[in-house]
């Protein structure tokens, strides 16, 4: 079992088919601040009613400081062996001169990790160009075997947006089942209600 303590020294790497984890660094926030710029990405990330900037270095400064307490855990998300559509049938060697490596597609993270009760909530960001194709599939498996077999969780949570489709199938094909609806009361309807999905323990095995 993987502590807290332990996870000082540094997050082990993940690997999936198409996709690699590893612990978010300094020289990627750039890349992070560009993706959360984009107002199609930042918009199911929170329900800040406020210009995308100011959402976006909000965010940002969470994201570091919950990572450097370790209250969260947070993955950089690259392509697997730097092939940027391994599996695609697209060659390696083409892909490679068109693209730097390693490219920052996403984060993925446990927020408000409870080494007490076993609990954690599941996050994950993919940039614009990689939606569609699957990923955040693989990345929300491997976070799964990781939180419950390596840090020993006894649930995982994970939420999403209503109008966030695409993130319920992705929840729903790795098996988390819909356990309440945080519902807006904003008269206005621009706050959207919050779909809260969840998996124990007994639930993976």
């Known amino acids: 079992m993987l502590t807290k303590e332990m996870l000082r020294l540094g997050l082990p790497e993940l690997c999936a ?3 690699r984890l590893r612990q978010l660094r300094a020289e990627d926030y750039p890349a992070l601040e560009r993706m959360l710029s984009d107002p199609l990405v930042i918009r199911y990330v929170n329900r800040i009613r406020k210009p995308v900037y100011v959402r976006m270095r909000r965010l940002v400064a969470q994201i570091k400081v919950a990572g450097d307490s370790l209250d969260s855990l ?7 062996g730097g092939n940027s559509r391994a599996g695609n049938g697209v060659d390696a060697s083409d ?6 490596s390693p490219q920052l597609l996403g984060i993925a ?6 080494e007490g009760t076993g609990e954690a909530q599941l996050g994950y960001i993919l940039d614009r160009p ?3 194709q699957g990923l955040a599939t693989e990345i929300v498996e491997v976070m799964l075997k990781f939180g419950f077999e390596s840090l020993k969780l006894q649930r995982i949570e994970g939420r999403c947006q209503e109008d966030n489709q695409a993130s319920v199938r992705v929840l729903v094909k790795n098996k988390l089942r819909l356990l309440r609806i945080i519902r807006s009361y904003d008269p206005s309807g621009e706050v959207p209600s919050i779909l809260v999905f969840s998996i124990t323990q007994g639930d993976y095995a």
């Open 95 to 100: 892909e490679a001169k068109e693209l730097p």
């Open 74 to 80: 947070h993955f950089a998300v690259e392509w697997h």
């Open 130 to 132: 990689f939606w569609g």
């Open 109 to 114: 993270s446990f927020q408000q990790w409870n």
């Open 17 to 19: 088919h198409r996709v």
